[in-house]
C-alpha cells in the first residue's frame, strides 16, 4: 500500500493561548529543517496538524526518523487517503491490513458533512466482514484509524510516538557546560525537550583546540545534533586555569573550577545572546553537588543555570544516556577536566571563601585569557 502523505499531531503547544500560532510556526520551522535533506512535495499547515505530502521519490522510513527527532510532535503516522465513501474506505483497508488477522476499527468523523458517521463506518466492516481479508475484533492488537475530514478520508494503522515537549527555540537559548562524560548530553536532550535552543561550550585538556575537534566529543555533538540540527560548540582549553590553581588547596579545585566554568560559560552566553546555563548536575551526586556547593559555585554567576538531571539517580541517567545513543561514546577513555580528582573534596564550602580562592588565583584575568583561546565550531 502506497502511503501518500505523513500526518503530524502536537500535543502540549495546543495547549498554549494567544502565544499558540508563535509555537505552532516554531515547530513548522523546525519540522522543515529537519527535512531540508529530504524529498517530498510540501509540508503543509493544516492548523491543527501538519502535512507531509509525499512524492515518488519520498523515503519514508527516513522522514519518519527525523520528525521522530523533532521535539514538539506528539505523535505522527504514514497515511493512505481515499473518498469520503464506505465503499472507498473498505476498499482502502483491505490494501492496508491485509496482512494482518485480525484488527480493531477506530473511527473519527472530524468532517459532520457526510451522510455516514463514525459508527456506521463500524457497523459496514461488521456486516462486510466476508469480503475483507481479515476479521474485525474490539480487542485485537492491531488497529486501522479512520479520520473523516472534509476533503478526505485518511486512514493509518499505527501511531509513532514523538518527542513530545516544546519547540527547541521557543523557550530562548542556553549554554551548555558540555563535558566528555554521560551527564550534560543527557540534560542537553531534556533542555531542548523544554523548548531551548543550545549552544555548547566545551572545556577539554589538551594542550591545543584542534585535539579536542578531532575528539569524541564531535561524535556527542553529533548525536545531539539529530534533535536541533547544525549545533555550535566552543571549544575551551582549561591548562591556564590548571596552571593559576596549583597553588589553591586541592580539595577546592573542582568547585573552584566550576565557578570559572560558569564565568566562561556567562561570556559566551553574551556573545550568543543566550538567557540561561544548562548543566548535567545532579543534587549530591558528587562531592561538588551538594547544595552548599552548587550555592557556593554560582554565587557570583548572574545567569539562571538550568539543571534538568537535578533530580535523577545515576542509573536513571546510564539508562536513558543508552537510549539515547550517547552513552557508549561517553564511556570511552577520556581525560575530562570536570574528572579532576582530589583527595578529602570539600562538601561544604562557603561562597565567600571560593570568593577568596577565586582572587588569589587572578581567575578573572585567566578567564580573559581563555576567552582569547576559545574557538566555535558548527555541525
Not at 475484533?137 to 486512514?155: G, H, P, R
Not at 570536570?338 to 561562597?351: E, K, L, M, V, W
Request: proline letters at 3%; glycine letters at 6%; a positive charge.
Amino acid at each position: 500500500m502506497e502511503y501518500s502523505m505523513i500526518v503530524i499531531h502536537f500535543g502540549e503547544i495546543w495547549l498554549k493561548g494567544k502565544n499558540r500560532n508563535d509555537f505552532i510556526g516554531r515547530l513548522y520551522g523546525n519540522i522543515r529543517l529537519a527535512l531540508s535533506q529530504e524529498k517530498y512535495a510540501r509540508l503543509v499547515n493544516a492548523r491543527d496538524r501538519f502535512i507531509v505530502e509525499l512524492d515518488k521519490g519520498s523515503d519514508i522510513d527516513s522522514i519518519s526518523e527525523r520528525l521522530g527527532k523533532v521535539f514538539g510532535i506528539s505523535w505522527f503516522a504514514p497515511v493512505a487517503k481515499t473518498e469520503n465513501s464506505l465503499s472507498a474506505i473498505m476498499k482502502t483497508a483491505n490494501k492496508l491490513v491485509a496482512k494482518r488477522k485480525t484488527v480493531r476499527i477506530v473511527a473519527h468523523r472530524a468532517f459532520k458533512g457526510t451522510k455516514f458517521n463514525s459508527r456506521d463506518i463500524v457497523s459496514a466492516f461488521i456486516k462486510g466482514s466476508k469480503k475483507l481479508g481479515f476479521k474485525i475484533d474490539k480487542d485485537a492488537a492491531d488497529s486501522l484509524f479512520i479520520n473523516v475530514t472534509s476533503e478526505c478520508t485518511l486512514m493509518y494503522t499505527k501511531k509513532v510516538i514523538g518527542q513530545k515537549g516544546l519547540p527547541v527555540g521557543c523557550s530562548g537559548k542556553a549554554v551548555v557546560l558540555l563535558s566528555g562524560g554521560i551527564d550534560s548530553p543527557l540534560a542537553s536532550y531534556y533542555a531542548m525537550k523544554r523548548g531551548l535552543e543550545l549552544v555548547y561550550l566545551h572545556l577539554h585538556a589538551f594542550p591545543n583546540n584542534k585535539e579536542a575537534k578531532e575528539s569524541k566529543m564531535k561524535e556527542l555533538v553529533e548525536v545531539l545534533g539529530q534533535y536541533s540540527p547544525k549545533p555550535k560548540i566552543y571549544y575551551a582549553p582549561s591548562y591556564m586555569f590548571q596552571s593559576a590553581v596549583m597553588k589553591i588547596p586541592g580539595r577546592h579545585e573542582l568547585i573552584l573550577f566550576k565557578r570559572f566554568a560558569y564565568k566562561l560559560a556567562e561570556k559566551v552566553a553574551e556573545m550568543e545572546g543566550a538567557n540561561c546555563i544548562v548543566t548535567g548536575e545532579s543534587l549530591g551526586q558528587v562531592a561538588s553537588q551538594t547544595v552548599t556547593n552548587l550555592a557556593a559555585s554560582e554565587h557570583d554567576t548572574d545567569l539562571f543555570i538550568f539543571r534538568p538531571l537535578i533530580g535523577f539517580d545515576k542509573q536513571e541517567i546510564i539508562n536513558e544516556a543508552q537510549e539515547m545513543g550517547t552513552y557508549e561514546i561517553s564511556i570511552r577513555k577520556y581525560k575530562d577536566v570536570c574528572s579532576i580528582n582530589a583527595r578529602n573534596p570539600s562538601t561544604s564550602t562557603d561562597y565567600k571563601k571560593l570568593d577568596v580562592l577565586y582572587k588569589k588565583a587572578t581567575l578573572s584575568t585567566v578567564l580573559k585569557r581563555t576567552m582569547a583561546k576559545t574557538e566555535a565550531v558548527i555541525g
